[in-house]
């Protein structure tokens, strides 16, 4: 049988402070997307990804991506999504407004449209459903 079951939010303050950046951006999005062996951030129409890199995705001591987030972007890529890395070392310093702009231009860069146009993208199959993953018994 199959058994529906949630998937629980994890996100950090730090994703939960984006969420509300998006928000201002007026932006569907999905939270905690599973996609393929991972589990995204945020999920954006036109298969734009958003990863909230903080402190754990780095080596010790050093603004360098550790193997396993280099690894998550280029799979990511390989199955045609469009990644946006936020490094918390260039998130934290900047005010509320250069966060939404910065945010605004990472985004428009990934996707390779405006913010308006993204608003008009097809949303995502998954996107504002609640997340259910079934598991075989």
Not at 109 to 123: D, K, Y
Request: aromatic residues 8%; glycine residues 6%; proline residues 7%.
């Amino acid at each position: 049988n199959d058994v529906p079951v949630e998937i629980g939010i994890s996100s950090s303050k730090l994703q939960e402070r984006l969420g509300r950046h998006l928000d201002r951006l007026s932006l569907p999005r999905s939270q905690e997307e599973p996609v393929g062996p991972y589990v995204l951030d945020f999920a954006l129409p036109g298969r734009v990804a958003i990863e909230v890199n903080g402190y754990k995705h780095y080596y010790a001591f050093s603004q360098r991506l550790n193997a396993k987030s280099v690894l998550k972007v280029r799979i990511l890529e390989a199955m045609g999504w469009k990644v946006v890395s936020l490094p918390h070392f260039e998130w934290l310093p900047r005010t509320q407004d250069e966060r939404l702009i910065f945010l605004a231009k990472q985004i428009e860069e990934a996707a390779g449209c405006t913010i308006q146009e993204l608003r008009r993208h097809p949303a995502l199959p998954g996107m504002l459903q609640e997340k259910k993953i079934v598991v075989k018994r």
